[in-house]
């Protein structure tokens, strides 16, 4: 622990650990399973269609940039 910490915190002993004897400081198990795991196979997805199919991503860019341009017009 830093110098300036035990200045802004005094009641904070040196030895302990955040968390420790904290009410309601528990770690709860995260429920999000079925959203990683949705999440994980969208980017695996486009990994593979970075690697077998550029073209969908130049199309992309493309269309991003043509849509930006036209908003500052």
Same mark, same amino acid.
């Given at each position: ?7 802004? !915190?005094? !009641?904070?002993? /040196?030895?302990? +650990? #955040?968390?420790?004897?904290? &009410?309601? %400081? ?5 429920? +999000?399973? /079925? &959203?990683? /795991? ?5 980017? #695996?997805? #486009? %990994? *593979? ?8 991503? !130049?199309?992309?860019? @493309? *269309?991003?940039?043509?849509?930006? #341009? +036209?908003? *500052? @017009?």
């Amino acid at each position: 622990m830093t110098q300036r910490v035990r200045d802004k !915190e005094p !009641e904070t002993t /040196l030895g302990a +650990s #955040a968390g420790i004897d904290v &009410p309601g %400081g528990d770690v709860t198990p995260g429920r +999000s399973g /079925l &959203p990683e /795991l949705l999440g994980l196979t969208l980017t #695996a997805g #486009a %990994g *593979v269609l970075f690697v077998l199919r550029p073209d969908f991503y !130049e199309a992309g860019v @493309h *269309v991003f940039a043509a849509r930006a #341009a +036209s908003l *500052v @017009h």
